[in-house]
Every structure is written in structure tokens, then in C-alpha cells.
């Protein structure tokens, strides 16, 4: 008898917690927990999710694609703050196997043309505004045999083997926001119905340089071990976007991601390719409270989500896959 439990977790913002310092200046300290990291949270952003599957007589499998985000702010007199983030993805329920474990420190720091607004609990409606992250981490990616090499020479050929890959990498990520590219309804102080536009969206670009630095590997498929270097840049463009009619409650997500590596070592080639895509489209339906809410609380849901395209930095490859799960996301609220 076969038997899955399917569990997709959220938690934009988890909690957050304040302290005394001994100036009288605040320490702040924000957890967050989601299925990708970027310098700043936004609606457009996927959940994270748990997949596991038991059957009787076979090997079991896990779904696993989440980021789990500590930031500190040690003093609000230094609005920049210092995070750990580690990530787990891993997935083995599918033919084209993946599996890769991160763990990442960094400094975010942001900056915005709106002025002085210490007086003022209102975005700048023209103003800019740009959040970065500047990060090192250690990555440690597996590239799993090919299911359709033939496995029957002694001793067996690259192809048949799992190759494991740990590298070093130092990134830059800019996303630039402008208060036109988002917009949310507000809850009725007497009613407490929503209200808004007939749509409302949230829209954001995310730059990444990046320079990762093998240290440790096996020979490949291609019989050659890689080593070396690979720098290049990823656009990341997120939007979501949710409708009236729904009760804000439907929420369709898409991302687009490019990656291109201006500068590779010979031996990386065969598994970076110089130019990679990869998309993700999901449609959630919030069962409580909902993704645009900008108070606090759970958002369990139901959704579907596509995945298609290469991501060589996580070692995705040749993905097509669709999954269906129940969801439950938290947020802190503002």
C-alpha cells in the first residue's frame, strides 16, 4: 500500500523579536523561512515545500526545496543587518534526480532616493528604491547517474556513478523596487472585508553576479573532473498577481530565470552550460488569510506548481514536473 504525505511550507516571516540594548538602542532579529532567498520578501515569492513518499517494497523519496533565513540588525541607529541562510533542495521523486545542500553568510544593505521620511509612515510613491545583498557560502551538489546510461561494464562508466561536487561561492544581488510595481488591497477597519483594485500584483527584477569555485568533485559523465571556476550573471524577474473576483484569494506566480557564465574553466563546460533558463508558474488557492495580506498570520492554501528549464548553480537539469500540494504559509505582518 502506497502512502504520501505532501506538505508545502511558507513562512515569509516567522517571527520577530526585539531587545534592549544597553544604549536604549534596538536589536532586531528576523527568521524566515521560504523556497528561495532574495534580498527582500516579496509576494511573488514560492513557498517552501516537504514532499515524502513511502511504498511498500520500494525505496522512499523526498520533494525538499526550502531556505531557511536568520537576519540581524544590531542596532536600528544601523539599519543594514548580517544573515546566515542555509537551503536544502533535494528531490528524488523524479527522474532527473537533484539534490544540494547550502549554507550561506551575508551583509544587506539598502539604499532609496525618497529622503528623509523618519516623520513619515508612507512609501515615497516616486521614489526608488534598491535592496542588496552581498554573501559567501558553501555548497555541496550532487549530479545523480543517468537513468538512461548503459550500466553493464566493469568497472562501470562516469555516467552510471552519482558525482559529487562542493564549491565556494561569492555573490552580489541587486533588486531595484518602485512603489508602481506593487499594489495591495486593505482590510475595512469596520467590515473587515477586503478592498482594492480589480487586480492587485507585485512585481520585482533581482541581478546576481557570481563567482563559484569548486573544491572538491568526482569525474563527470563526460569522464572529466571538474574543477575550476565559473563567474557569471542571473536575472531573476518574480511577479504575482491575484484578483478581485477571487476575493484576493487566487494567486498566480511566475518567475523567470536566465543565467549567463561569461567566464568558465574547461572542465566545468560539460555540465555549465554558457547560457541556461529555467521558469516556475504556480496558482495557489488561500484557504485563510491571504498572500497580499499585509497583516500578520497563516496562510494555509491548495496549488499547483510547473517547473521547466536548467539551473546549473543547483544542479536542476532538464526539468518538466508538476506537483500538486496542500500549502500553509506564515507571515509576520508588518
Not at 550500466?151 to 559529487?164: F, G, K, W
Not at 518574480?238 to 477571487?246: E, H, K
Not at 511566475?254 to 496558482?283: C, G, M
Request: proline share 5%; net charge negative; hydrophobic share 35%.
Amino acid at each position: 500500500m502506497k502512502h504520501s504525505l505532501m506538505c508545502s511550507i511558507a513562512l515569509m516571516v516567522l517571527t520577530v523579536c526585539n531587545a534592549q540594548a544597553q544604549d536604549k538602542d534596538e536589536s532586531t532579529i528576523k527568521y524566515t523561512l521560504s523556497a528561495g532567498e532574495e534580498p527582500k520578501e516579496k509576494a511573488w515569492a514560492q513557498p517552501a515545500s516537504v514532499s515524502y513518499t513511502s511504498s511498500r517494497g520500494e525505496k522512499d523519496s523526498w520533494a525538499v526545496d526550502l531556505v531557511g533565513k536568520i537576519e540581524g540588525q544590531p542596532f536600528n541607529s544601523l539599519p543594514n543587518t548580517f544573515f546566515v541562510s542555509g537551503k536544502v533542495l533535494k528531490n528524488t521523486q523524479q527522474s532527473k534526480e537533484l539534490q544540494n545542500y547550502g549554507l550561506d553568510v551575508g551583509y544587506s544593505f539598502d539604499f532609496d532616493t525618497a529622503g528623509d521620511q523618519s516623520t513619515s509612515n508612507t512609501i515615497n510613491t516616486g521614489a526608488w528604491y534598491f535592496f542588496n545583498d552581498l554573501s559567501v557560502g558553501y555548497s555541496d551538489k550532487r549530479v545523480f547517474a543517468d537513468p538512461k546510461a548503459v550500466c553493464t561494464s566493469d568497472p562501470l562508466p562516469p555516467a552510471c556513478l552519482d558525482q559529487d561536487e562542493t564549491s565556494l561561492r561569492a555573490v552580489i544581488k541587486f533588486m531595484p523596487f518602485h512603489s508602481k510595481w506593487e499594489n495591495t488591497f486593505f482590510v475595512h477597519p469596520t467590515t473587515n472585508e477586503p478592498e482594492g483594485a480589480p487586480v492587485v500584483y507585485s512585481f520585482s527584477p533581482v541581478i546576481s553576479l557570481f563567482r563559484d569555485d569548486i573544491i572538491s568533485s568526482k569525474v563527470n559523465s563526460s569522464g572529466v573532473r571538474p574543477d575550476g571556476t565559473v563567474s557569471g550573471v542571473k536575472l531573476e524577474l518574480g511577479a504575482a498577481v491575484s484578483p478581485r473576483f477571487t476575493d484576493y484569494r487566487a494567486t498566480l506566480r511566475v518567475s523567470y530565470q536566465a543565467i549567463t557564465a561569461f567566464d568558465r574553466d574547461p572542465s566545468r563546460r560539460a555540465l555549465f552550460e554558457r547560457d541556461s533558463e529555467f521558469y516556475k508558474f504556480s496558482i495557489d488557492y488561500d484557504l485563510g488569510l491571504r498572500s497580499f495580506d499585509e497583516r500578520g498570520g497563516w496562510v494555509p492554501s491548495f496549488g499547483i506548481t510547473y517547473t521547466k528549464g536548467d539551473d546549473p548553480l543547483l544542479g536542476r537539469f532538464d526539468q518538466d514536473t508538476s506537483s500538486v500540494s496542500f500549502k500553509v504559509a506564515y507571515r509576520g505582518g508588518k
